[in-house]
């Protein structure tokens, strides 16, 4: 009966630890999905100030200063074009307040798909940060080290541009 016992309370601990591992795949899966997703929002972001650079008609400075970040955007490794996001946010900040106010003429259909695409990608982010917060969090727990329930997987980074407001 003792045999029993025991045989049911390791299989039970077994089953646990089989659970907590699918848990942590599933994070670790729905990071790089959401982080997949915001990749693809800010893509198009990049392409959608590239058309406005090209359809608007704006100063010499800030053509090049929006044309520049948007193609590093697009282009560089995300450890690298970080600082290229946060350029290319205050870029599109400083020209929606500016068609605000008159100075710069850009079509309304083009501002429309800008704060469309914008509100799309701070949902992203907060979906990204999310699921990157739990993934520490589970991580962090002494059963998850004890027992290297995370494997090799790598624990995903929030990169600077994210904790910018948008």
């Not at 690298?80 to 259909?109: H, N, T, Y």
């Not at 940060?129 to 991580?139: D, W």
Request: aromatic share 8%; with cysteine.
């Amino acid at each position: 009966m003792t045999f029993i016992l025991v045989a049911l309370v390791i299989l039970l601990f077994v089953w646990y630890l089989s659970f907590s591992a699918s848990r942590l795949d599933r994070l670790h899966h729905r990071v790089e999905t959401s982080w997949e997703h915001l990749d693809a929002l800010l893509q198009r972001r990049a392409a959608l100030a590239l058309e406005i650079s090209h359809n608007a008609e704006l100063d010499p400075a800030t053509d090049l200063i929006l044309t520049q970040s948007a193609y590093v955007s697009r282009e560089e490794a995300i450890a690298d074009r970080s600082d290229a996001e946060s350029s290319l946010s205050e870029s599109l900040k400083f020209l929606r307040d500016c068609a605000d106010i008159g100075e710069v003429s850009i079509s309304v259909p083009l501002l429309d798909e800008l704060t469309t695409l914008t509100e799309k990608i701070n949902l992203a982010i907060a979906i990204h940060l999310e699921g990157v917060n739990s993934v520490a969090k589970l991580r962090s727990k002494f059963i998850y080290r004890l027992f290297h329930l995370a494997g090799k997987a790598k624990l995903p980074r929030i990169y600077s541009f994210e904790e910018d407001a948008l």
